[in-house]
Structure formats: C-alpha cells, structure tokens
C-alpha cells in the first residue's frame, strides 16, 4: 500500500509495436492524398535519392484499415511510399501503430540544426564515408558536401557546444571563424542570450570586435562611407528588432503576472474553505500539499509587489491553520 501522498506508477501503453514487419507496397495506402506540389519539393527528392541510394531508412508506420482484409493505412512515411512505388519497390519495411492518429509524427519532429548537420557528415567522411555516396544519399552536389564538412572547422569547441542545438545558419558560423576562439564563445554566449542567431547579428559583433580578437585574415579593413552607412544602419535595424521582443516580453510579463496573482488570490480563499480544506486532505493530500506550498511560497511576493496587504494576512493564517492541523 502506498504512502499518503505518494502517487500510483501508471503504466503507459506503448504507442508501437516492437517488430518490424514487411508489406506489400500495394497493400498500403497514405492516410490522405499527397497534393501535387508535394512530390517535386526538395524534401521529396532527397527522400527518393536516400532509397535509391542505401534504401529505406526509417519504417512506414502503419495501422490496419477497418474492415478491409489485408489492407493498411500509412500514418506516417507518406513520400517514402510514394518514393518505394516510382522506384518499383515491392515490399516495404513497416511498423504497427497501437493508435490511429497523425498527429504526433507532424507535430514532434526533430530537425537536424547547420551545426549538427555538419557534425553528421564530418563524422562519416572520417569514417570512410565516401562524399560523392553522401551527396547521392543526401540528394545535393559534392560541392555541398564538401562545404558541410568543413562548416564546424576553425569554431572553438565551445561556441560549437553552444550553438549545436540552436537554429544557426552556416553564414553565422562563417562569421565566427573570423574570430579568436575566446571572442567566438564570447559572441555565441550573447547570440544565445539574446536568442538571436543570424548571420546579420553576427556580423554586428565581429564590427564591435577590437582588432586584437580578430584572426589576421579578418583584421578591419578600411571603408568606405557607403559601407559604413549600410553598417550603422544593419546595427539600428537590429537594434531595433531587439527593443520590439523586449517590448512584447514586458507586456507578456504584466499580463501573466496579474493572471498569476489572481489566481493565488483565489486559492488563498479557496482553502480558507473547511469543506474543500478536509476534502483535499482526504482525497488528495499531494495536491493540497502543492498548493499550500504554493501560497506559500507566491502568495507573499505577489501580494508585496500588488500590495495588497489582506492576502498576506489570509495566508499567514491559512499557514498558522495547516501547521495547527498537523500537529
């Protein structure tokens, strides 16, 4: 028996089942139909090389189709199976589904970043990954691959660190290698900072670099007066995209910070309630611990900073009762 408080282990279901299995392409169908554009995109084509290439990768995931007798529904792999149909393939590599719902494979996807990207193909060009078999695979030109590969090359370890899960393009990457290793950190710790990650921010830091943070093949060059109006005026412009988020975030704050005061309010009052007081303690002792913790720990902050000195007399004495009722 468990502990008062303590909560139950649920065992959740799993979503697939574990072995993989081979179907006939013939016998599958797409969920819905694909529209026109979506079989000439890029995405397409590099799906349709990567079979080609070295085959399915990654398993249809199928779930059987009502009352039709060796029939399946794809939930997710729709342009792989259209790649495995104009490839001639007949058999596909699938997985059964425990739910039918599309949802999830569209809505939690994990896009690969430049940097991971490259950290990817640098890897197997080391192992011994031939680069023209990438660029087949990947469906882009060696000359792609070869830059890919050398993207992360003169980035200090530690900007790469920082910067590997952030949606950095590579020309901010470029920007940084013009740097000295301590300078790269230091502009990849502000770009994190202000969750800013483009090449024209970067580019922004590299011009308030002092001359002796910069490698020698980058040292300041002497501009014109049209370069230095087009600088100061990329440096205001993102300026100003900067005092525009910082405006939204304080108008946020405000907002939520008033819903969060009201709603401390209300369960303050709330407890003060004997019957919905006992009915918590009884029934659910972990959430009526939450929320005393909660008033706790809030409802003084909130009060000071709205000054609204009866809340803060509510929870002393909702705190004075809960001690008294433990004891």
Not at 105 to 118: I, P
Not at 167 to 183: G, Q, Y
Not at 280 to 286: N, S, V, Y
Not at 316 to 327: D, F, G, I, P, Q
């Amino acid at each position: 028996m468990n502990a008062p408080g303590q909560v139950e282990p649920v065992e959740v279901p799993p979503a697939f089942v574990r072995e993989l299995v081979e179907l006939p392409v013939d016998a599958l169908r797409p969920h819905r139909p694909l529209v026109g554009v979506a079989t000439h995109g890029k995405k397409f084509l590099q799906v349709l090389a990567s079979i080609a290439t070295v085959g399915l990768v990654e398993p249809l995931v199928v779930t059987r189709e009502g009352n039709v007798e060796n029939g399946y529904v794809v939930l997710d792999g729709c342009l792989r199976l259209e790649a495995l149909h104009r490839l001639g393939k007949r058999m596909a590599t699938c997985m059964f589904a425990t739910d039918n719902e599309t949802y999830t494979y569209n809505r939690h996807v994990n896009r690969l970043t430049a940097g991971q990207d490259a950290r990817m193909i640098a890897l197997a060009v080391k192992r011994g990954v031939p680069q023209d078999r990438i660029a087949a695979v990947l469906g882009v030109n060696e000359r792609t691959v070869k830059r890919r590969v050398r993207l992360l090359e003169g980035v200090c370890p530690d900007a790469a660190a920082l910067l590997a899960d952030k949606n950095c393009p590579a020309a901010t990457f470029e920007v940084l290698k013009t740097m000295r290793p301590l300078r790269q950190l230091e502009a990849a710790e502000l770009m994190c900072d202000q969750s800013n990650f483009t090449s024209a921010f970067a580019r922004a830091i590299r011009l308030a670099t002092p001359a002796e943070q910069l490698l020698p093949a980058a040292a300041p060059y002497k501009t014109t007066s049209g370069e230095a109006t087009d600088q100061i005026e990329r440096l205001e412009r993102e300026i100003a995209a900067l005092q525009s988020k910082m405006t939204d975030v304080e108008e946020r704050y405000g907002v939520e910070h008033l819903q969060l005061a009201v709603s401390i309010s209300y369960v303050i009052v709330l407890l003060q309630n004997e019957r919905v007081r006992v009915w918590l303690e009884k029934r659910e002792p972990l959430a009526y611990g939450n929320l005393c913790d909660l008033v706790a720990t809030e409802g003084p902050t909130l009060a000071k900073e709205a000054g609204q000195s009866p809340v803060v007399s509510m929870h002393r004495r909702l705190r004075r009762s809960r001690l008294a009722h433990a004891n």
